[in-house]
């Protein structure tokens, strides 16, 4: 009793739970779980629930796990996941929709057009199951399509479909939560290397393209044996740059077994150093640990004479890492303990049934670690909701619903973690929504030559308050234009006036919700018109 009175506490155990010193950085701290320790075991379960603001599945979201036979669904697992993180109020990152693993075989023996059918039905019917979920945020959408060398990895996907699959993917993910961050995953990509520029080149193309790739995943499957990929933050940064979020997915950090104190302590380093990334890259979201306890790791079984990856032991006792990680989150002995000056009264602008724009003026940071960004909440009682982040002083909100009142205000945040205090709040009603389905499209010509042109995206949009199941939208293409293809919708044309209607896989939109199809047409020499008049119904 004496000797355990004397004991001084660590200041990690002694101090409040990753989650919330991740959320003060506006910041997710997350691990994949396991259905079958979920279900059996209390201390696997009390610290999921105490510890992680996010969660991932390790296997239960998985092909083989969702769709064993074709058009047999099984979600037992998947909803154990998602109900255990809504009770918890976490986040759910779907994992993962197209992968060459686990995946099974039924898939793979499919010919070209029955392989795309079959993938743009898995995704809409896995998708589309959490689509309304707001537990469910993000998928990963397609997961380690490169090799290390960064060619395309020759997975039967590549194999069947070429590398259109990828594009199919996200499109087909959109069409079936308009919503939801998507994601492209794979692992060595840390740093700045082959693999990880053939992905930003990717991504970049995707994007430009109008291909809704909104999310870059980095595995982190790291080793103490082969060095730590020092340019991290500046990898992050420079897929942030293209507009992309981008987070830590499946951190772990693994040794050659026996465990001994040098080992863990340069592990906790790598640990330290993987959060200080994402703390320092306003788009980083937050950071994935896969797994928590070393009594559930992939990593043994998969890494011969490796162990020991994760931040607890077998035991369910916090080691080094963990301590890295709740200091790391937490700021540790930072000296930057000044919050940023109070945000502006946000005005509010663009107030339509679902959106509205807010505005404020800036804050300024003189604590040293720099202004990171906003958050904006919803003054709602007891525990006010974020309704989203922005990096400047101004944020498009959506998904909002019609016809009621919203009073917000907005916290600016410091790298070091630190809030403002509350802005005064903003008060707005958004408008009524039209009965029943409604709809509208906008078209945008994103490339033009000489004699042709491409419009991408026409942006469907579901402007009513209820589901809607198909549309239709009209154009009318200028004298002496012709289509020369189009895609994710079927278009027909009667003299200059063209018919879009929806494709199989985009034609169910929730009230609010937009899908996406794309066009091009050639034109005489030195014609410069464009299509107008574009009608939705
Ligand atoms: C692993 C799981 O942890 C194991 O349980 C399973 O047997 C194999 O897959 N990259 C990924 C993850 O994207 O889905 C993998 O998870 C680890 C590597």
Redesign the pocket.
């Known amino acids: 009793m004496f000797v355990a009175f004397l004991l001084p506490a660590t200041s990690a155990q002694a101090s409040a739970p990753l989650r919330e010193h991740a959320a003060a950085r506006g910041k997710f701290i997350g691990a994949a779980l396991a259905t079958g320790p979920l279900s059996n075991e209390t201390s696997y379960r009390n610290i999921a629930t105490t510890e992680f603001s996010q969660v991932t599945a390790?296997?239960a979201m998985k092909w083989d796990a969702t769709e064993p036979s074709q058009g047999q669904f099984n979600f037992s697992g998947a909803d154990a996941i998602v109900n255990f993180a809504t009770q918890n109020n976490q986040q759910v990152h779907g994992?993962?929709l197209v992968w060459h693993s686990?995946t099974p075989g039924w898939v793979q023996g499919l010919g070209a057009t029955a392989m795309r059918t079959a993938m743009q039905n898995h995704i809409s019917q896995v998708v589309g199951r959490y689509a309304s979920n707001a537990t469910v945020v993000s998928w990963d959408v397609v997961?380690?399509v490169f090799d290390d060398n960064g060619n395309m990895r020759t997975s039967f996907w590549y194999n069947t479909l070429g590398q259109s699959y990828i594009a199919d993917a996200f499109r087909a993910a959109r069409a079936a939560d308009s919503n939801a961050r998507l994601c492209i995953?794979d692992?060595n990509v840390e740093g700045i290397n082959a693999k990880s520029t053939a992905m930003y080149n990717l991504v970049s193309s995707l994007r430009q393209q109008g291909v809704p790739v909104d999310c870059v995943g980095f595995?982190g499957?790291l080793a103490i044996q082969y060095g730590f990929p020092g340019d991290i933050q500046q990898n992050m940064q420079r897929f942030a740059d293209l507009g992309v979020q981008v987070r830590v997915t499946?951190l772990d950090i693994r040794m050659q077994m026996p465990r001994d104190t040098a080992k863990d302590t340069t592990q906790a380093t790598y640990y330290r150093n993987v959060i200080n990334a994402c703390n320092a890259v306003t788009a980083c979201a937050g950071v994935t640990i896969?797994g928590f306890t070393d009594k559930y790791s992939?990593v043994p079984d998969t890494f011969s004479g490796q162990g020991a990856a994760l931040i607890y032991d077998e035991n369910y006792q916090q080691k080094p890492s963990y301590t890295a990680v709740h200091d790391a989150l937490a700021g540790g002995s930072s000296s930057d303990t000044t919050p940023p000056t109070t945000p502006g009264t946000p005005t509010s602008s663009s107030v339509t049934s679902n959106s509205a724009t807010l505005t404020w003026t800036a804050s300024t940071d003189s604590g040293g670690s720099g202004l990171a960004g906003y958050n904006v909440y919803r003054e709602q009682g007891a525990t006010d909701p974020q309704l989203g982040q922005s990096s400047t002083n101004s944020i498009n909100l959506t998904g909002l619903t019609p016809n009621t009142q919203y009073q917000v205000y907005v916290r600016a945040r410091d790298g070091a973690g630190n809030l403002s205090a509350n802005s005064a709040l903003a008060t707005f009603t958004t408008q009524s929504g039209p009965v029943g389905g409604g709809c509208a499209a906008v078209g945008t010509v994103q490339n033009q030559w000489n004699n042709g042109y491409v419009v991408q995206p026409v942006t469907v949009t579901n402007s009513g308050s209820s589901a809607i199941t198909g549309w239709t939208v009209t154009f009318t293409l200028p004298a002496g234009h012709t289509l020369a293809g189009s895609w994710n919708a079927t278009l027909t044309t009667s003299g200059q006036t063209v018919t879009a209607r929806n494709a199989g896989y985009n034609g169910n939109l929730a009230a609010g919700a937009s899908t996406s199809f794309g066009f091009q047409v050639t034109r005489p020499s030195g014609d410069t018109q464009t299509p107008s008049g574009y009608t939705c119904a």
């Open positions: 390790e296997n994992h993962t686990q997961n380690e995953n692992y595995q499957h499946e896969w992939w």
